[in-house]
């Protein structure tokens, strides 16, 4: 042996462990000196004087969470910061509860361009992640709270001390989601009923099949008749909203004007008739104001101040996704990301909006209908084209080759929902489709990734079992797909992964020597999710087109060198998100 292990070398171990600790300490310090700055060291709001002018309505956003980086769960702080940024850019100033109440009651105009900004459960990463945001485009916000996470020692939601601080700041208001979030009701996929359990104890939720909110409907048996006399169940409401009075009495010395209850849009829609007059009455008494729905953004002069709407923004929508469903739900004139003006101009956009960052192209599709960017150089008759398609795996991820744009023909690779679909529309003709080929199956984490089940249903229904398909995934569930494709006069090859490997002819009336993207979302039947999205987001990556003397005609690929800048940077995240999940 040339040396001893570290294990025989005492004073080498220690030397170790002391380099250890002081990176830790370090990287502990620098954390907590962010903290400081953004939730202790805030600065004053400033008030702003600007036209009121809006007598038609406002727009509405809200955001579950905000992680440090990418999460399933939460929204990145780079993506809420994008899409704040982007609308302030467009004039879109936030409103107050006032500025709501003022506006429904007193007939007292909005300004031109109004957003009502919130951020539910009362997450302490939420006011983190999102102080400085805040501070530098001059919004405030709602913070939603659950009255029950103010007295625990749970770190992740905020504390009465943290919220009154943040209301002094002027950047924040309070509102509140009840009580608790406690599910009722509860059946799994083999049709067994669990009965009631809090959110913290719920096992894992992909094998629930059924479940309710505890406010949304009466305590039910396991043949889903009600357990409880009317008198009981409207007992057993109030308490709820008492305790939750009781509890912002006590902490905030008030009740907050805005209430979100959960679920969204079961309130005046297909709740129990008996149910949802105890909870009418409960909340016409204690709140001003009610975000009942999760339907759209926009909120018109028509709209009831007790049924209010919020766009809950997931946290896989690019900034462009955003802005289309704000477009949607307004019909206000939105502007789109662009990203990277050099790379832009060399793409023409057809349908949707397409970003260009770094050497991803994020293409989002217009409601219902396909977006669509075509390369604006023509290519010879033979090149290679390799790419990633990053997209969530149920929708539609399109490659087109030989395209004309005079005569819309092409022949088309769709990457949609984990299969390989080839087909060809000619010049006149339609879309017919040539060949499909299935790719291997896509593990999950099941914790990460569950289904929205909340809804109304009888006995029968629980007992037909699993709604969801064994080949059916999550729509938030992303994969990497790296196409490496070869393209002939009169055929292409085709290589996904490095496992599909397929040669498909080419139509001779097909002419056309361009190619392009496309993003599609899945109208296939999802019957657990009750409001589908209709817009779909394709991410493009590490593009390369070469002609057959491997020239480069084409790429978006990072250099060597911007590489390892960026593998640095991802593997410094990973070690502060380390610290912040473990300290």
Do not use: C
């Not at 570290?6 to 170790?16: D, S």
């Not at 107050?96 to 951020?119: M, R, V």
């Not at 913070?143 to 919220?163: H, I, R, V, W």
């Not at 080759?401 to 005079?406: I, P, T």
């Amino acid at each position: 042996m040339n040396g001893k292990s570290v294990e025989l070398q005492p004073a080498k171990k220690n030397r170790r462990k002391i380099i250890r600790s002081i990176a830790q300490l370090i990287i502990v310090v620098l954390l907590a000196v962010i903290l400081i700055k953004a939730v202790f060291l805030t600065e004053k709001r400033g008030a702003e004087t600007v036209p009121l002018n809006n007598k038609e309505g406002f727009i509405a956003l809200s955001y579950f969470g905000v992680s440090r980086n990418e999460s399933p769960k939460y929204v990145s702080k780079k993506n809420l910061e994008e899409q704040l940024t982007l609308l302030e850019k467009q004039g879109y100033q936030t409103i107050t509860q006032k500025d709501i109440l003022d506006f429904y009651q007193h007939d007292k105009p909005l300004p031109e361009k109004a957003l009502y900004l919130s951020f539910e459960d009362g997450r302490t990463d939420s006011s983190i992640f999102a102080q400085n945001i805040m501070e530098k485009l001059n919004y405030k916000a709602t913070m939603f709270t659950y009255a029950n996470k103010m007295d625990t020692t749970d770190n992740k939601f905020l504390k009465p001390k943290d919220l009154k601080l943040m209301e002094k700041s002027g950047y924040w208001e309070m509102g509140s989601n009840g009580y608790r979030l406690t599910y009722i009701n509860i059946f799994n996929d083999k049709g067994q009923s669990l009965g009631v359990i809090d959110e913290n104890n719920v096992p894992n939720k992909t094998t629930i099949e059924y479940y309710n909110h505890y406010l949304m409907d009466f305590i039910r048996n396991q043949y889903m008749i009600p357990s409880e006399t009317r008198q009981e169940m409207e007992a057993r409401i109030k308490k709820d909203y008492n305790l939750m009075q009781d509890i912002y009495h006590e902490e905030l010395g008030e009740v907050p004007k805005a209430y979100a209850i959960m679920h969204a849009n079961s309130l005046y829609n297909n709740m129990d008739p008996l149910v949802e007059s105890v909870n009418n009455k409960e909340i016409k008494d204690k709140f001003r104001m009610h975000f009942n729905l999760e339907l759209g953004a926009y909120n018109d002069k028509e709209a009831d101040i007790y049924n209010l709407s919020r766009l809950q923004v997931s946290p896989y929508w690019s900034t462009n996704h955003v802005m289309m469903k704000i477009r949607q739900a307004s019909r206000q004139n939105i502007q789109f990301k662009i990203g990277e003006q050099e790379v832009a101009q060399h793409w023409k956009v057809i349908n949707g909006a397409a970003e260009y960052e770094n050497n991803e192209i994020t293409l989002t599709s217009a409601p219902s209908s396909e977006g669509r960017i075509l390369l604006k150089e023509e290519l010879p008759d033979q090149y290679n084209v390799n790419f990633a398609f990053k997209g969530n795996v149920v929708g539609q991820q399109a490659f087109y080759v030989n395209y004309d744009e005079k005569t819309n023909s092409y022949l088309r690779i769709v990457l949609v929902d984990n299969e390989i679909v080839i087909s060809e529309k000619l010049p006149g003709g339609g879309i017919v489709e040539k060949e499909r080929f299935p790719l291997n199956e896509i593990k999950w984490n099941e914790e990460e990734y569950a289904f929205n089940k909340a809804t109304v249903y009888t006995y029968h229904d629980t007992q037909k079992g699993s709604r969801i398909d064994e080949e059916e995934y999550p729509r938030n569930l992303t994969e990497k797909r790296v196409f490496n494709i070869a393209i002939n006069k009169d055929k292409i090859e085709i290589d996904v992964d490095n496992v599909l490997s397929e040669t498909v002819q080419i139509n001779p009336k097909l002419q056309g020597a361009q190619i392009g993207f496309g993003a599609l979302y899945s109208n296939k039947n999802t019957s657990h999710e009750q409001y589908a999205d209709d817009i779909y987001d394709t991410l493009i990556e590490d593009i390369l087109i070469t002609d057959k003397n491997n020239q480069t005609i084409f790429t978006n690929q990072y250099t060597n060198f911007e590489k390892v800048k960026y593998k640095s940077t991802e593997l410094f995240n990973h070690v502060v998100d380390f610290f912040i999940e473990t300290f």
